[in-house]
């Protein structure tokens, strides 16, 4: 075993090694020519290294002389030294070493004496490490980088090698670690391996890894960063969405935005979209630094040739080979608008293999009209891979000097016009070599426009263009070849011999084209006989010879193949012979083919579409459209006549059960069988077959059209109207597009959605709304409007919405973009060019109705937007000429201008200057839609849009054109004012935020020259391009929440049934915009609440102050009532002022949050504002009156006290007197004795005592003053009436109303038709305010205090207000003076014998008599001696602390209830009070309930809120918390002031006892008279008294504690000196309003509202109206009576007949919307049908003919009718 040697420190080695040597020196000396001693230890001898590793080294030693025993000491060192002994044997082994280290080792012999033998040394070196954890970090197409970490040791350098295939390509040496391998080739993998290398030359052994250099298409795709896309493809809703790239107008930085760049650009057809090139920092400042130093020819000449410059060629394919199907297509598309050239064959430099385009190209549909059809000014139309056109070919062989490409953008470009569809070398970047687009086959097409000057070829010709050399290209070269009619070859050198163009299969003709002055003519002569080549094949370009010229010969040349050829070819008819040469083509995809297989399973079916239309699609023909009818009839009413409106409107309900019964009897037609099989296919094969669809469609709709314009052209002079109209209508009718497919699907499915929900064929179609909402997610526009029936299907587009959410969901926020204008003035274009999407534009198939897509905002945006998604919104245009010869066109122009712009957060509006009496027409139909929504509380924006206006100085020289459109919008807002009756708008600045400046864009014409060969005109993009700008800006800048979708779905909901109505202001109901009235509501009644319960609070403690205001409890230095009381006002005022702050402060903040849709109940703002303030002056006028009330009543009971208090004094002063004699005597007293002595002496104290007898008041005659005070104000005929009775004479007997003057003549027809006569109202009128002032007088006397004026003042009042608020009555004087008389006199006398008892009760001798036993015991106590501590601490406790506990906590638990149940869901608001009434007397469904509600509502209610608080508090023990809550307080005040006078320490016991009373006396009213006779006759001891004191509270607050357990709510309710019944009725029955017609009460929140409503009208005949001449009750509900031709009469229209329709001049405050849908009023239908016969016999009259779907209204549906009535 080896043995470890501790390291020394390495002084110490120095001076060992010196010792050691010395001694080895003398040792030699000595044994110099003499034979060794016996001590001579032999040396180790020659020491070799058997092997040495990176830790280990082993030694080899010569075999030792075993006649010695000796062992080995190794000294092995580096920098620190180490030791190491061990057995002498032939091999050492020496572990722990450090790698890559020379280690210098001494070997010496030890002998068992200790003798050494002289060392043996050594040097060797430990075996490198090698590199650690290898990696290559940077890969290119022609280069790796590699890092790798240090090994331990002392390196020099690495040694890295790069091998392929077992060769080495590379060796180099470095001394960092990390190396760039350059040169290398594209895409081979290599090994490479790194060797550190030490400083003496050794190697580590190699480590290795292997990489694979970037083929040039990965590494281009990494530079622009696709690389993660040439996989997983970019989409259409990835490269549409709206990001921050999408706003900004920073030109790309870096190499990676180059692609998105190209395609923000193309996606907005801007054909500036190929210069795509980085602006690095140097080029930005190149010409600031250029102004400051000189000329620098090298760094001149470096910046020429920058490599780093991108071909526009490379990133086309690029984006082309990582885009899926639709993006190649649209791509394809727009870049064709262009007038870019386009792929044809698409290379893969990686594969060696390239596709053909077929589907890219699909969607490109050219107009142009050849030679042959310039008279007849036909055109032709079709997609350009069907149609058949000759193509010539241009490609490269070899060098050229000539630029094809550019050569072939001036061939195609005529004198006027030039433009580069075609890149070449000389644009911006078209000089950087190309990476991967080499072999790229490119092709455009020239078209004529029919114009001999003007067109360059007149025929329609298609150009191929082959980038790169034919000799590497012979595939795309063969293909070429055999698709062409002519292939042109560019060259500058020809082989004689030139293989490549001998041996192809030639359909084609050749053409060579080369430069004269690079020509070796002997080639080109054999190379042309071999050929068979005319002279006229050979096109040089000679010397003399300029472009111009050149090109000329070439274009004759192109003209004359064209012209000559007979090679003729579909793109479509290229999939063979790319087949044959082993080209890809893209439409072979599985997916595609199935898809396509899929649609022309059901498009070739298609012969005749109006046929096909009625076999395959019947659902949405005419049942849609009879449905549609009668849907806006039951809302409009216009046919009703003299029938009955619920009879009528059951009826039509009838027929649409019918119509929907005629749907369901259709079986689904083989047609939707197919597609909806097709579109439930998953992914990317739905998404081919619905563009199959469109496009198949596109083209059977063009043929249709082209044919039927032919006969129209032919019969338009013809004299035969009908023939022509016939035209007229097929033209119309021949459209058939994919959204026909999915209207029928909508149809199905709400056809099916009318089944019962367990029908099979209803739960066969719930999937379908799913399907559609997950195409609206891939992009694809769902049909919003039916544009031929003009109609929506709300359940279908609810539906669809609703998936959409869920899908989507937590992200649904959504902002709206909407256009608007007149037919053909490019809405769609415009839209499709500002968000790049593909709303349909195909010629002749103007949109219909409106169609919505959906755009998502990325993450960037998101926080900006405040949305998910933007949803855009195309319309068909307004004043459209098919639909100009209805009657009805401008009414569905207005129906939808309405739709969309409420739908909207911004409006575009396409107009045009140059056509006044349209644009009149048009901006009338957008101000009637705005000032509509201002009246419903949305606030759209919106911009003007004014279309090819090119000029620069558009916006200033368009000043008066501005100023004119203001004004026209002005006199459009005044008319349309005019027509919804909201006369207050004048101008169109009141309707919404409008500035002519900035709400005004001008856009240039869409074509920069002639179609067909003008390209998209770059000023229409940028134009576009900054409207889009501001318009997200606007957006981005709005302060209104976005709506989610399920929002949105609510708008379309209330906007289109609101729209039904004739009357879109009136009947516009959201529930959004209930939604946020309801939240607004309970909000405000929380600050309200708090705002009384804090008054409530500071009242009770007022009302305190001043009951001990003059007692030994009273805290204020004041002496006087009066100025204590002006204190007080003021005190009162001041925090009136706080509260009210506060209450508006917490107004203003709500309004200001985003969230939650305030900006809809904005109107309503100013109505809780001055509910505010409202509540604040009553509030004000209340506690006013109640602090005089409580003063006064303070200020007379001062004298009783008085007078109280000397009564006291002087019996104390003689029953110490009686003590004292008694005392005198010698005998010892019995107690009967001295209970005699005691009577003796209170009987003469009793005679002698002076009081005058309190005489009561006259109540009669101070109610009288104040009647006649109140009524003088009004008149002298109100005096007069006054005087002629005595109010002791009122009174006595129930009040009744009787008819007099014009009224006894109304009365006549008492229940004439169906409004309640005056008589019946007034009657009704009286004996609800007769009620309301019996409660007030009852829980006055309750209270057991004096009479005060200020009562009867508070029911005068209460009079007043109800008498003020009833619109229903007409309030006559005599009913007035009487009403009054009554209610006055019945107060009186009740306050008579009020005020007469509170006299009795306070009577000064009756006071003392009560006191009588009491006094008698303390004299008796006082006589014998005996301690009174405990007893007079009892009596405190029991007399004058108790009752005033008992009093606080009374007065504070009212508003504790109240609290409470306000925290209940029917108690928040005024509306969920009446759904929760309703809702209960359903669960009830009983007839007496009902009865009494419609009867007797107020009464009804405030016995509902009795019972519902009894049953919150029967049930919990919230009551005993709060009055142990209070109870605690109070016991704690008491034991505080009881702890605060032990600390005082002064005085005797009753200055003790008044200290308490001071101390308490802001919270309890303690009884002056039990005070009084405690303190008299009290000799307890201060300390003892205090001690039983705190026992004693403590006892009573248990008591008082189990007492309040045991009491129930009813007995507590009693006590309560705030009633929480009559406050939560106060607060719930609201303004007290009720509907004119049917009497269902005002569900309006805050008490100063403008307008009334009620969420829910009834049957008429509930209200016991009746028919006059068949007695039956009424069936007609105002909600629909409204919306009728029907009329009223009533007291209010003087019995005069009034259209219901302008029910607001008679009720200008009732605001009665139609039902919020058909189903709304079914509750109290149901309740009708229901007990029909009862209320019949009830109201003595005939049953009401009930509608009979009136009567299949189940109890579920009833409450499901009030759920959707209230909005729950």
Not at 1706 to 1718: A, G, M, Q, R, Y
């Amino acid at each position: 075993m080896a043995e470890s040697v501790p390291t020394m420190e390495s002084s110490d080695e120095e001076e060992f090694n010196d010792t050691y040597d010395s001694f080895c020196e003398i040792n030699c000396e000595e044994g110099e020519n003499t034979q060794p001693s016996p001590q001579y230890v032999p040396p180790p001898g020659e020491v070799t290294v058997l092997s040495a590793d990176q830790e280990t080294v082993s030694l080899g030693l010569p075999l030792a002389d075993h006649s010695v025993r000796c062992t080995l000491q190794i000294d092995y060192s580096y920098i620190q030294r180490s030791s190491l002994i061990t057995q002498d044997s032939g091999t050492v082994k020496v572990e722990g070493l450090k790698p890559g280290t020379e280690y210098t080792f001494s070997i010496t012999r030890i002998a068992d004496n200790g003798n050494r033998s002289k060392a043996t040394t050594l040097s060797v070196f430990t075996e490198p490490s090698p590199p650690g954890n290898i990696a290559v970090c940077q890969v290119s197409s022609e280069s790796l980088t590699v890092h790798w970490e240090a090994p331990a040791g002392e390196v020099e350098s690495y040694i890295v090698t790069c091998c392929s295939e077992g060769e080495i390509v590379q060796e180099l040496t470095t001394e960092t670690n990390k190396l760039t391998l350059n040169n290398l080739k594209p895409g081979v993998c290599y090994s490479l391996q790194v060797s550190a290398q030490l400083k003496n030359g050794r190697r580590s052994k190699p480590t290795s890894t292997s990489a694979r250099t970037c083929t040039p298409l990965e590494s281009l795709l990494e530079n622009l960063g696709l690389e993660q896309h040439y996989k997983d493809k970019l989409s259409l809703s990835r490269i549409l969405q709206i990001d921050e790239k999408t706003m900004s107008d920073e030109p790309a930085k870096c190499k990676s935005d180059l692609p998105f760049y190209f395609l923000k650009k193309l996606m907005m057809v801007n054909v500036t979209a190929r210069n795509v090139k980085c602006t690095s920092v140097n080029e930005s400042t190149c010409d600031t630094a250029s102004e400051k130093t000189g000329l620098d020819f090298d760094n001149l000449s470096d910046s020429l040739h920058s490599g780093d410059m991108l071909n526009p060629l490379d990133i086309i394919t690029a984006l082309f080979l990582c885009s899926d199907g639709f993006v190649q297509q649209e791509m394809a598309l727009k870049m064709s608008m262009c007038q870019f050239s386009v792929p044809l064959l698409l290379p893969n430099c990686d594969t060696k293999q390239c596709t053909l385009m077929l589907w890219a190209l699909r969607d490109i549909v050219k107009k142009y009209r050849p030679q042959s059809l310039s008279e007849s000014k036909g055109f032709i139309e079709d997609r350009i891979v069907v149609s058949e056109l000759p193509m010539i070919s241009f490609v490269r062989l070899g060098d050229c000097s000539l630029s094809k490409s550019e050569i072939l953008n001036k061939l195609l470009s005529n004198s006027q016009q030039y433009h580069d569809t075609f890149i070449h070398r000389n644009m911006e970047c078209g000089n950087s070599p190309k990476k991967i687009s080499n072999g790229l086959a490119e092709i455009t097409w020239y078209l004529p426009c029919g114009n001999k000057n003007m067109d360059v070829f007149s025929e329609p010709v298609a150009v191929a263009n082959l980038r790169g050399d034919i000799a590497s290209f012979e595939t795309q070269f063969s293909f070429l070849c055999q698709t062409s009619a002519a292939v042109f070859v560019f060259f500058d050198n020809l082989d004689s011999q030139c293989e490549l163009l001998t041996n192809q299969n030639h359909k084609a003709q050749i053409f060579l084209v080369g430069n004269h002055q690079n020509q070796n003519l002997e080639a080109l002569k054999t190379l042309a006989t071999k050929l068979a080549l005319t002279k006229s094949n050979i096109l040089l370009k000679t010397k003399s010879m300029n472009d111009a010229d050149f090109v000329k010969t070439m274009r004759n040349t192109v003209r004359d193949v064209v012209e000559k050829s007979k090679m003729k070819m579909r793109v479509e008819q290229m999939v063979d012979i790319a087949h044959e040469l082993g080209i890809l083509v893209d439409e072979d995809s599985e997916d595609c083919q199935t898809a396509k297989e899929n649609a022309d399973a059901i498009t070739a079916e298609i012969q005749d579409i109006l046929k096909y239309k009625e076999d395959e699609l019947p659902l949405q023909g005419q049942i849609w459209k009879d449905l549609t009818c009668l849907e806006k009839e039951e809302y409009r009413l216009r046919k009703v006549g003299s029938k009955n409106i619920e009879m009528y409107k059951s009826d039509l309900q009838k027929e649409k059960t019918i119509l929907r019964e005629r749907q369901n009897s259709y079986d689904m037609s083989k047609a939707m069988t197919c597609f909806i099989n097709a579109i439930s296919n998953p992914g990317i094969e739905r998404c081919y077959f619905l563009k199959w669809m469109r496009m198949n469609l596109d083209n059977l709709s063009r043929e249709k059209l082209s044919v039927l314009r032919e006969q129209y052209k032919k019969k338009y002079n013809s004299k035969n109207k009908e023939e022509i109209k016939d035209i007229d209508r097929q033209l119309s009718n021949s459209s058939l597009g994919t959204e026909h497919f999915f209207r029928e699907m909508g149809q199905i499915y709400e056809a099916s959605v009318s089944l019962p929900e367990t029908d099979p064929s209803r739960q066969q179609l719930q999937h379908l709304p799913k399907l559609c909402a997950q195409l609206l997610l891939d992009g694809f526009p769902l049909e919003l409007v039916d544009g031929d029936a003009s109609n929506i299907p709300l359940r279908w587009v609810s539906d669809v919405l609703s998936q959409l959410n869920d899908l989507v969901s937590p992200k649904s926020k959504i902002l709206v973009v909407t256009v608007l204008g007149v037919q053909s003035t490019g809405k769609s274009t415009l839209l499709n060019t500002m968000f790049g999407v593909q709303f349909a534009v195909s010629s002749g198939r103007c949109t219909r109705g409106a169609f919505m897509l959906l755009i998502r905002i990325n993450e960037d945006v998101k926080k900006v937007l405040n949305c998910d998604f933007m949803m855009i919104i195309d319309t068909e245009g307004l004043k459209s000429p098919e639909l100009a010869q209805l009657d009805n066109s401008h009414e569905h122009d207005n129906e939808l201008a309405t739709l969309v712009v409420g739908l909207s957060d911004i409006t575009i509006i396409n107009i045009a200057m140059e056509n006044s009496t349209e644009m009149k027409d048009i901006l009338q139909i957008v101000v009637h839609a705005f000032l509509r929504m201002k009246e419903v509380g949305k606030k759209p924006k919106c911009q003007f849009v004014h279309q090819n206006v090119s000029d620069v100085s558009a916006h200033e020289k368009n000043l008066r054109d501005r100023k004119l459109l203001l004004q026209q919008l002005n006199e459009m807002t005044q008319a349309a004012a005019k027509m919804e009756k909201k006369e207050e708008n004048k101008s169109f600045t009141d309707v919404m935020d409008y500035s002519p400046d900035t709400g005004n864009w001008y856009i240039p014409g869409l074509w920069n020259g002639n179609p067909p060969m003008a390209p998209v005109n770059a000023g229409y993009s940028e134009a576009v391009y900054e409207l889009k700008k501001n318009i997200i800006h606007i957006l981005g800048s709005c302060k209104s929440s976005s709506n989610n979708i399920s929002d949105f779905t609510e708008w379309i909901t209330s906007l289109w049934t609101a729209v039904k109505h004739e009357n879109f202001i009136f009947s516009f109901r959201n529930s959004l915009v209930a939604d946020a009235y309801m939240r607004l509501c309970t909000e405000f009644n929380k600050w309200e609440w708090e705002f009384r319960k804090e008054m409530y609070t500071w009242v009770t403690n007022a009302e305190t102050r001043i009951s001990n205001f003059g007692t030994v409890a009273e805290k204020s230095e004041i002496s006087d009532m009066k100025t204590f009381l002006s204190e007080m006002k003021s005190e009162a005022c001041t925090v009136l002022s706080k509260l009210e702050t506060k209450l508006l402060e917490n107004l203003e903040q709500y309004f200001k949050q985003t969230e939650g849709h305030l900006y809809l109940v904005e109107r309503n703002k100013e109505e809780f504002a001055n509910s505010a303030k409202s509540l604040r002056r009553n509030m004000e006028s209340s506690v006013l009156n109640q602090l005089k009330a409580a003063a006064d009543i303070r200020q007379g009971m001062t004298e009783i006290d008085k007078i109280k208090e000397n009564h006291t004094k002087q019996l104390e002063r003689r029953v110490h007197r009686l003590i004292d004699e008694c005392r005198k005597k010698k005998f010892e007293m019995t107690d009967k004795e001295l209970d005699e002595e005691f009577n003796k002496m209170w009987n003469e104290a009793l005679e002698e005592l002076s009081c005058p007898k309190q005489k009561p008041s006259d109540v009669i005659t101070s109610v009288t003053y104040h009647l006649r005070e109140n009524l003088s104000r009004k008149g002298s005929l109100y005096c007069e009436l006054l005087s002629q009775k005595n109010l002791k004479d009122c009174g006595q007997k129930p009040f009744k109303c009787t008819a007099e003057g014009f009224y006894r003549l109304t009365h006549t027809f008492s229940k004439f038709f169906n409004i309640e006569d005056h008589v019946m109202a007034s009657q009704k009128l009286a004996d609800s305010i007769i009620n309301a002032c019996t409660e007030f007088v009852t829980e006055k006397i309750q209270r057991k205090n004096n009479y005060h004026d200020t009562y009867i003042q508070e029911i005068l009042r209460m009079i007043d207000n109800k008498l003020q608020n009833s619109q229903n009555v007409k309030i006559e004087t005599e009913f007035e003076v009487s009403l009054k008389q009554h209610i006055c006199a019945d107060a009186a006398r009740q306050f008579q014998k009020m005020h007469e008892d509170f006299i009795r009760v306070n009577d000064p001798y009756r006071c003392l008599n009560q006191n009588k036993d009491k006094y008698c015991a303390d004299f008796k106590d006082v006589f014998h001696g005996q301690d009174q501590c405990q007893k007079k601490a009892d009596e405190f406790t029991n007399r004058c602390l108790r009752p005033a506990v008992k009093d606080f906590v009374n007065r504070s638990l009212g508003p504790d209830i109240i609290g409470e149940m306000q925290t209940r869901s029917e108690f928040s608001t005024r509306m969920s009070f009446q759904y929760s009434l309703l809702l209960d007397l359903l669960s009830k469904n009983d007839f007496e309930e009902y009865l009494s509600y419609i009867n007797s509502y107020e009464d009804y209610v405030k016995k509902w809120i009795l019972n519902k608080i009894l049953e919150h508090f029967s049930k919990i023990t919230t009551t005993f918390e709060f009055e142990d809550k209070h109870l605690q307080s109070s016991i704690n005040s008491i034991n505080d002031a009881i702890n605060k006078a032990k600390i005082e320490k002064k005085g005797n016991l009753k200055t003790f006892v008044e200290h308490v009373c001071q101390e308490l006396g802001d919270k309890l009213v303690i009884s002056q008279d039990a005070l009084g006779t405690f303190m008299i006759l009290n000799n307890a001891d201060l300390e003892q008294f205090a001690k039983w004191l705190t026992e004693c509270v403590k006892n009573m607050a248990q008591a008082v504690g189990e007492k309040f357990k045991k009491t129930d709510i009813q007995m507590k309710l009693k006590t309560l000196h705030v009633k929480p019944q009559n406050e939560l009725f106060t607060k719930l029955i609201g303004c007290g309003q009720q509907c004119p017609f049917c009497k269902s009460p005002c569900d309006a929140g805050g008490q100063e509202h403008k307008e009334h409503f009620t969420s829910l009208h009834r049957p008429e005949g509930l209200g016991e109206f009746r028919w006059i001449f068949t007695g039956k009750l009424v069936v007609d509900i105002c909600s629909s009576s409204v919306c009728s031709d029907t009329h009223f009469r009533c007291s209010a229209t003087n019995g005069e007949r009034h259209p219901y329709k302008d029910y607001r001049t008679i009720f200008p405050d009732w605001h009665i919307p139609p039902d919020v849908s058909l189903e709304a009023s079914d509750y109290w239908k149901y309740v009708l049908a229901t007990f029909n016969n009862k209320f019949a016999k009830e109201y003595n009259a005939q049953p009401a003919d009930v509608p009979d779907t009136w009567k299949s209204i189940t109890h579920k549906q009833a409450e499901e009718s009030l759920k959707k009535s209230f909005n729950m």
